[in-house]
C-alpha cells in the first residue's frame, strides 16, 4: 500500500474535505493522518465534537511513540469512522496549534509509525499549507505521491508555482507530485499543468458547497450524498493517485 499527501499553496482549497472526502471514497482501508501544523479540523467540523473527550490524535501519538518504539501503538490513537468496519479511519490533528512546538523532533518518528501503517491500510495526509517554516518536509519526503490542490485562478497557480519549486528542490525526484483542480475558473485544465511545470493534473473536483459542508461542519447528509459531484470527483481522484505511483512504489504494494 502507498502513502500520499494532499496539500495546498493558501487560500481556501478545502484540503481537509477534499482529504476526508477522498478517504470516504476511497477503494479498501485507509487512514487520514491529520498533519496540519495549524491544527485538526474533522473532530470538530465532521464529527461536530462528538468525539473530543476521545484521547487519541497526532500529539497523543507522538507522546506514546517516544516512549515506545512499537509502531502497532498507530491504532490505539485512530477513530474509525465507519464503526464496525474500521475500513475509514482517523488520526485526529491538534487540537490546539500552540501544541506544535511539542512535535519538536518528533517528525522522524511519526513517519516510521505512518510508514508502517501501509502494511494495513493506504494512508493519506492532510499536511495543509504548505510553504511556511512549519510545513512537516520529513512527512512529505516520506510519501509516495504529493498531491497539490489549486484552483484554476491565476492567484491561487501564482501561489502554487513557487511552493511547488520549493517542494521540488526540497525532495527532488524521490517523490511523484500531481495536480488536482477544485472548482471553476477561467483557465483549462492543460493551462494550469503548463504553468506548473508541466505537472499532470490528476483530477478535477467540481464546486459542491452543499456536499462540503457534510464534511466540513457535520451537516446532515441526504441519500445521494456517495453520489454527489464531490464524492464522484474525489473517486476519480483516488483512482488516479494510485495509477500514477511511481512504479517502485507499486512494485512494493
Not at 4 to 18: C, D, H, I, Q
Request: glycine letters at 10%; one cysteine or more; aromatic letters at 4%.
Amino acid at each position: 500500500m502507498a502513502m500520499y499527501a494532499l496539500m495546498s499553496p493558501g487560500g481556501s482549497p478545502g484540503v481537509t474535505t477534499t482529504a476526508l472526502a477522498l478517504t470516504y471514497a476511497w477503494q479498501g482501508r485507509a487512514l487520514l493522518a491529520e498533519c496540519d501544523p495549524q491544527g485538526g479540523d474533522v473532530l470538530r467540523g465532521f464529527l461536530a465534537g462528538s468525539m473530543d473527550d476521545h484521547e487519541c490524535g497526532l500529539l497523543e501519538l507522538a507522546l506514546a511513540a517516544a516512549h515506545s518504539p512499537d509502531p502497532a501503538i498507530l491504532w490505539q490513537h485512530v477513530i474509525a469512522l465507519d464503526h464496525d468496519a474500521r475500513n475509514w479511519l482517523l488520526l485526529p490533528g491538534l487540537r490546539d496549534p500552540r501544541h506544535l512546538v511539542q512535535l519538536d523532533g518528533a517528525w522522524d518518528t511519526i513517519v516510521g509509525v505512518l510508514k508502517a501503517a501501509q502494511d494495513t491500510a493506504d494512508v493519506v495526509l492532510d499536511v495543509g499549507q504548505i510553504g511556511r517554516s512549519d510545513t512537516p518536509m520529513s512527512l512529505i519526503a516520506a510519501c509516495d505521491l504529493a498531491v497539490m490542490l489549486v484552483h484554476p485562478t491565476l492567484r491561487h497557480v501564482a501561489q502554487a508555482r513557487p511552493r511547488l519549486d520549493a517542494l521540488g528542490r526540497r525532495i527532488g525526484g524521490d517523490v511523484a507530485v500531481g495536480l488536482c483542480v477544485i472548482g471553476n475558473g477561467p483557465y483549462s485544465l492543460k493551462e494550469i499543468s503548463g504553468a506548473l511545470f508541466e505537472l499532470p493534473v490528476l483530477a478535477w473536483i467540481p464546486h459542491d458547497p452543499r456536499s462540503a459542508a457534510v464534511l466540513s461542519d457535520g451537516n446532515r447528509a441526504k441519500k445521494s450524498f456517495h453520489r454527489s459531484a464531490l464524492i464522484r470527483g474525489t473517486s476519480q481522484l483516488g483512482s488516479a493517485m494510485r495509477t500514477h505511483l511511481p512504479k517502485a512504489a507499486v512494485v512494493a504494494r
